[in-house]
């Protein structure tokens, strides 16, 4: 089965309309995704921001708000910039791995984006992730979960690679080796995760 | 009939993609485009930079060219980036300008972006630039035109216009007073024209 690499930011406004249209698309097209958090901070500290370019640049920052509000509307969703913008996403991420290691990660995912950029709620708030756990969970089992020194090294890890990979910017789809860039560019990647798989 | 401000910097890759698609598309469309070159450069100044965002960012800079590698085969087009890059595009977006006032602005745009990014031309030459003027016209009437006040305040004018607008990259498409940002945008841009005409 044809495999794509979903390389997401919490705190990225573009990852979340990718997010909530990225499982149907591939269910169609026969690839499975492997759902990989990872934080964009350390990648824009390298390049020497300690912001999202949405706020360094205004221009930018005003023009994202107003495709963000046209994109999201023409697939039946809410958009709104969450207060603070960016949030910070450790936390989510962290708790997105350990729902990743069962199978409420991309629930979880899906909730922390609707949360955040339909709702305005903030994320960076223990509680907040805490009931986005969803219900019938152990959510302070997952919040302790999310502490543990193997998932922090993993989304280090998850973190590094994507810097290797070339990773600037978020959403990211890896596919037959190849990246992708931008919510935009997730039909090409499935279409050449496909073609890849069956040559 | 429906009109379209197509915004475009002659050192932009996008722009070049754009450029030679826009022309059959807005055809099937309905649409009117209004060529509008302008300078980057200055927009730029204005949020810090004194170079192209893709050099400034490597791995941007990498993925760019991966990127417009891609979208230019798929539209059966050469891309390779030209060097030195960015090329300084004064002079060819003046002599668009003085082409715009006849017959001749389109063909000439088309042609100065083949040159740059699919032979890997300097259009900062004014030879090269006289050269793409077109056989059996005035190149150096052009060329001397081009120096002329009105024509280098109609540029600078374009580029006021452009930062009103909330212009930080290229290319550019203005529809029923929004603005659309980047190649990708260009069909969405299209139809937005074409509704708002029609009602």
Same mark, same amino acid.
């Given at each position: 089965m044809p495999t794509l690499d979903f390389f997401y930011e919490f705190a990225s406004s573009y990852s979340y309309i990718a997010a909530m249209r990225i499982a149907p698309l591939a269910k169609a097209a026969g690839v499975t995704v492997r759902w990989r958090p990872f934080l964009l901070g350390p990648i824009f500290k390298a390049q020497?921001?300690?912001?999202?370019p949405f706020n360094l640049y205004p221009a930018k920052g005003r023009y994202m708000v107003r495709e963000c509000e046209r994109e999201a509307a023409a697939l039946g969703l809410a958009f709104r910039l969450p207060d603070? #913008?960016?949030?910070?996403?450790l936390l989510a991420a962290r708790v997105a791995l350990v729902g990743l290691e069962a199978d409420w990660g991309e629930d979880f995912s899906r909730a922390v984006y609707a949360a955040q950029? $339909?709702?305005?709620?903030?994320?960076?708030d223990a509680a907040v992730i805490g009931s986005l756990v969803?219900?019938?969970?152990?959510a302070a089992a997952a919040l302790a979960r999310a502490g543990a020194d193997d998932i922090k090294a993993r989304l280090r890890a998850s973190t590094e690679e994507a810097q290797r990979l070339?990773? #600037?910017? $978020?959403?990211n789809f890896i596919a037959a080796g190849e990246l992708y860039w931008g919510n935009d560019r997730l039909e090409q990647a499935l279409a050449a995760a496909s073609k890849f798989a069956t040559g």
């Open positions: 020497g921001w300690d912001t999202s603070p #913008f960016p949030q910070n996403t950029f $339909a709702e305005g709620r903030n994320i960076g969803g219900s019938g969970r152990d070339g990773i #600037f910017g $978020a959403p």
